[in-house]
């Protein structure tokens, strides 16, 4: 099956030879990996994938229905007590064996993810695949370092704990970030002992689909980790709903969250849920001012805006307000490389379909004409692909459309704060609760405001710093759950609590 462009034929069964824009050719499967083949939809229904630097087609994929979803949770089903029961340490060498399959491949992912995403090449590389290697391998080392615990309750009885993995876990992946969000899910959940069906999100599934072939080669027993491409509202449902699942973990839209929720309630499935942000940065005068703009800036336009957590809100303190805003719009003019993202030198490539852009491009126009005061950019660049400029706005009131929703893309919106008490009112003023930002080198005052954040995670002169062994996730209608670090452990086990009577009498 040639691809539209055609760079794609066919080299081996559902799979596709592909010519990256960097001249790299390579096999692409296009199938649904279940039981460690790739194999055909049972409707043989496809999806079409977009690049979005240049609008032309890249590859056809098979899609899910819920009958292959049902042939998927089967094989993980089946897959999950054998490795359960395989010693703790094995499944670290299979995930450390993952870890090295990765590395030798991170160019490669990189390319897809830069290719069928729009995002630079560079930040794929640098960014997404250096965090994906340490998450694997961060995980393969925690296998065999989940503990139970003793309580002591009776000189003659013994009460232990037990962490035990939850069964089969259902995943869903946004767009953003492909490959280092199938990571920050399959990771964790396997080195505990459950099995997955992952599905990616249908604009960006390529670089998912390709890990199929490193679980083949790391010997990954079968049914333990499947992988589907499908439609959200097909595959995803059916993912949400089943009666054999156990365990859903989901990023993305807070409104596509709260569907999840309540088809995960039909059998009271465990839930984690890392939804929508709208996060802030709070910038005091007497912040460093540099460190501050460059923080702000990568804090709300890095990924092109796409990022769940991005700092888009930036309230500064009043007197400062102009020497921030003459700062900010002089460093954003000097960031304004968009372009082709394998294009050496570009920092901000393409939003990755041509709805989300034009679901930005709204966004921007309803700023212009709710009295918003544009300070920089607002345009489409380009006749074709995806770009947009990136885009300042000033002068907000918290009444605008820009201020109160996630727009996920390059638009940050930046307003005035008299005193802590109004930063911090502000701040909060948001039915999410992701992240946010404080810049000030009073370091009591940062740690007071921390506290009174309402938010999953707070960075102090810093913005988006994630780190594999920190924990993220959010509050309010951001979700709740944890991913990375020691706490991923506890959503993909339960505690059980086992009493033993050693004499006592009744």
Not at 97 to 108: F, P, V, W
Not at 303 to 312: F, K, L, P, R, Y
Request: charged share 20%.
């Amino acid at each position: 099956m040639p691809s539209a462009n055609g760079n794609g034929t066919a080299v081996e069964p559902l799979s596709i030879k592909l010519a990256l824009p960097n001249g790299v050719t390579y096999n692409q499967p296009t199938g649904l990996f279940i039981n460690n083949e790739f194999v055909k939809s049972s409707t043989e229904e496809k999806i079409t994938v977009i690049d979005p630097a240049t609008e032309k087609e890249i590859a056809a994929v098979y899609a899910a229905s819920p009958a292959d979803i049902d042939t998927a949770v089967a094989a993980a089903r089946k897959a999950f007590k054998p490795w359960k029961k395989l010693p703790a340490a094995k499944r670290g060498d299979y995930l450390l064996k993952l870890t090295e399959l990765i590395d030798r491949d991170r160019e490669l992912f990189a390319a897809i993810d830069a290719w069928d995403n729009g995002k630079t090449y560079e930040e794929a590389l640098t960014i997404d695949m250096e965090e994906a290697y340490h998450v694997f391998k961060y995980y393969s080392g925690f296998a065999d370092k989940i503990f139970g615990k003793t309580i002591e309750t009776h000189p003659q009885k013994l009460t232990y704990c037990l962490q035990e993995p939850l069964g089969v876990c259902a995943q869903i992946i946004p767009w953003n970030y492909p490959f280092m969000m199938l990571a920050w899910k399959v990771a964790p959940a396997i080195a505990c002992g459950n099995t997955v069906v992952i599905k990616s999100s249908e604009l960006t599934p390529l670089s998912v689909l390709y890990f199929g072939k490193l679980i083949q080669q790391a010997g990954i027993p079968a049914g333990v980790i499947n992988i589907v491409s499908g439609l959200g509202g097909v595959a995803g449902a059916a993912m949400a709903g089943h009666m054999d699942v156990d365990k859903v973990a989901f990023t993305g839209s807070t409104a596509t969250g709260k569907k999840i929720m309540a088809a995960a309630s039909n059998n009271l499935k465990s839930i984690t849920l890392e939804c929508g942000g709208k996060s802030p940065s709070l910038v005091f005068k007497d912040c460093d001012l540099e460190q501050t703009v460059k923080w702000t800036y990568l804090g709300a336009i890095g990924n092109q805006g796409e990022v769940c957590s991005a700092t888009t809100r930036i309230y500064v303190e009043d007197d400062f307000y102009d020497t921030f805003m003459e700062a900010f719009v002089a460093y954003t003019k000097e960031m304004d490389k968009v372009g082709l993202p394998f294009e050496e030198g570009n920092v901000q490539g393409a939003q990755v379909s041509e709805g989300q852009f034009n679901k930005v491009m709204a966004y921007i126009e309803k700023g212009n004409a709710e009295g918003a005061k544009l300070y920089y950019g607002g345009e489409r660049r380009g006749t074709s692909g995806y770009f947009i400029s990136p885009t300042v706005f000033g002068d907000i009131t918290e009444d605008m459309t820009i201020v109160k929703e996630e727009i996920f893309g390059p638009v940050v919106v930046i307003g005035r704060f008299s005193d802590v008490d109004d930063a911090v009112e502000k701040a909060n003023n948001t039915v999410y609760g992701l992240a946010a930002a404080v810049f000030t080198e009073n370091i009591t005052r940062a740690h007071q405001i921390a506290a009174d954040l309402e938010a999953g995670v707070v960075w102090i002169n810093e913005s988006n710093d994630c780190h594999f062994g920190i924990p993220f996730g959010g509050v309010k209608q951001t979700g709740f759950g944890r991913e990375m670090g020691p706490y991923a452990m506890d959503m993909y086990t339960h505690t059980k609590a086992v009493q033993v009577n050693l004499g006592a009498n009744l």
